[in-house]
Nanobody, 115 residues
Framework: QDQFVESGGALVQAGGSLTLSCVGS????????LAWYRQGPGSQRELVAH???????RYADFVKGRFTISRDDARYTMYLQMNNLEAEDTAVYFC?????????WGQGAQVTVTS
Protein backbone atom coordinates (compact mmCIF):
# COMPACT_ATOMS: atom_id res chain seq x y z
CA GLN A 1 0.00 0.00 0.00
CA ASP A 2 1.36 3.42 -0.95
CA GLN A 3 2.11 5.49 2.11
CA PHE A 4 4.70 7.92 3.38
CA VAL A 5 6.93 7.56 6.44
CA GLU A 6 8.22 10.75 8.00
CA SER A 7 11.21 11.05 10.34
CA GLY A 8 13.52 13.61 11.87
CA GLY A 9 11.14 15.38 14.21
CA ALA A 10 12.64 16.72 17.43
CA LEU A 11 12.54 19.31 20.18
CA VAL A 12 14.62 22.34 19.20
CA GLN A 13 15.17 25.84 20.47
CA ALA A 14 13.95 28.88 18.58
CA GLY A 15 16.49 29.88 15.97
CA GLY A 16 17.65 26.31 15.54
CA SER A 17 17.58 24.04 12.50
CA LEU A 18 16.13 20.65 11.68
CA THR A 19 15.87 18.43 8.63
CA LEU A 20 12.87 16.17 8.10
CA SER A 21 12.88 13.15 5.80
CA CYS A 22 10.03 11.38 4.08
CA VAL A 23 10.23 8.00 2.37
CA GLY A 24 7.59 6.91 -0.09
CA SER A 25 6.98 4.33 -2.75
CA UNK A 26 8.39 4.19 -6.26
CA UNK A 27 4.91 4.64 -7.69
CA UNK A 28 4.41 7.93 -5.89
CA UNK A 29 7.85 9.39 -6.44
CA UNK A 30 7.94 8.74 -10.15
CA UNK A 31 4.55 10.21 -10.88
CA UNK A 32 3.42 13.07 -8.72
CA UNK A 33 4.08 16.46 -7.20
CA LEU A 34 5.12 15.89 -3.58
CA ALA A 35 4.47 18.16 -0.65
CA TRP A 36 5.10 18.81 3.02
CA TYR A 37 2.14 19.74 5.21
CA ARG A 38 1.88 20.59 8.89
CA GLN A 39 -0.76 20.66 11.58
CA GLY A 40 -0.18 22.80 14.64
CA PRO A 41 -2.02 22.45 17.96
CA GLY A 42 -5.68 23.31 17.45
CA SER A 43 -5.09 24.18 13.80
CA GLN A 44 -6.03 22.72 10.46
CA ARG A 45 -3.48 20.97 8.33
CA GLU A 46 -1.77 23.39 5.95
CA LEU A 47 0.57 23.18 3.00
CA VAL A 48 4.20 24.08 3.73
CA ALA A 49 5.82 23.51 0.33
CA HIS A 50 5.56 21.35 -2.74
CA UNK A 51 8.04 20.15 -5.35
CA UNK A 52 7.47 18.69 -8.80
CA UNK A 53 9.66 16.17 -10.61
CA UNK A 54 10.74 19.05 -12.83
CA UNK A 55 12.13 20.81 -9.79
CA UNK A 56 9.43 23.47 -9.71
CA UNK A 57 8.97 24.51 -6.07
CA ARG A 58 6.39 26.55 -4.22
CA TYR A 59 6.47 27.62 -0.57
CA ALA A 60 3.79 28.92 1.76
CA ASP A 61 4.15 32.58 2.66
CA PHE A 62 4.95 31.79 6.29
CA VAL A 63 8.15 29.96 5.25
CA LYS A 64 9.76 33.35 4.52
CA GLY A 65 12.91 31.84 3.02
CA ARG A 66 13.64 29.70 6.08
CA PHE A 67 12.76 26.25 4.67
CA THR A 68 14.12 24.30 1.71
CA ILE A 69 12.29 21.38 0.13
CA SER A 70 14.13 18.82 -1.96
CA ARG A 71 13.63 15.33 -3.32
CA ASP A 72 15.85 12.39 -4.23
CA ASP A 73 13.81 10.24 -6.58
CA ALA A 74 16.49 7.55 -6.71
CA ARG A 75 15.98 7.00 -2.98
CA TYR A 76 12.24 7.75 -2.99
CA THR A 77 12.97 10.33 -0.31
CA MET A 78 11.91 13.94 0.17
CA TYR A 79 13.46 16.40 2.61
CA LEU A 80 12.52 19.59 4.39
CA GLN A 81 15.44 21.61 5.69
CA MET A 82 14.16 24.09 8.28
CA ASN A 83 16.29 26.96 9.55
CA ASN A 84 15.66 29.78 12.00
CA LEU A 85 12.76 27.89 13.54
CA GLU A 86 10.11 29.81 15.43
CA ALA A 87 7.70 28.73 18.16
CA GLU A 88 4.90 29.07 15.59
CA ASP A 89 6.52 26.26 13.58
CA THR A 90 5.57 23.77 16.30
CA ALA A 91 3.45 21.15 14.55
CA VAL A 92 3.26 17.62 13.27
CA TYR A 93 4.78 17.59 9.78
CA PHE A 94 3.45 15.24 7.12
CA CYS A 95 4.29 14.47 3.54
CA UNK A 96 1.87 13.53 0.79
CA UNK A 97 1.09 14.23 -2.81
CA UNK A 98 -0.15 17.61 -3.94
CA UNK A 99 -3.09 17.60 -3.87
CA UNK A 100 -3.11 15.22 -0.91
CA UNK A 101 -4.56 11.73 -0.97
CA UNK A 102 -6.30 10.59 2.22
CA UNK A 103 -4.86 7.08 2.21
CA UNK A 104 -1.28 8.32 1.85
CA TRP A 105 -1.09 10.11 5.23
CA GLY A 106 1.56 8.68 7.57
CA GLN A 107 2.10 9.25 11.28
CA GLY A 108 3.96 12.49 10.75
CA ALA A 109 7.01 13.92 12.49
CA GLN A 110 6.55 16.03 15.62
CA VAL A 111 8.52 19.27 15.63
CA THR A 112 8.46 21.27 18.84
CA VAL A 113 10.17 24.65 18.98
CA THR A 114 10.81 26.15 22.41
CA SER A 115 11.29 29.87 22.88
Amino acid sequence: QDQFVESGGALVQAGGSLTLSCVGSRNIFTTYILAWYRQGPGSQRELVAHIAKSGMIRYADFVKGRFTISRDDARYTMYLQMNNLEAEDTAVYFCNRSPAVMTYWGQGAQVTVTS
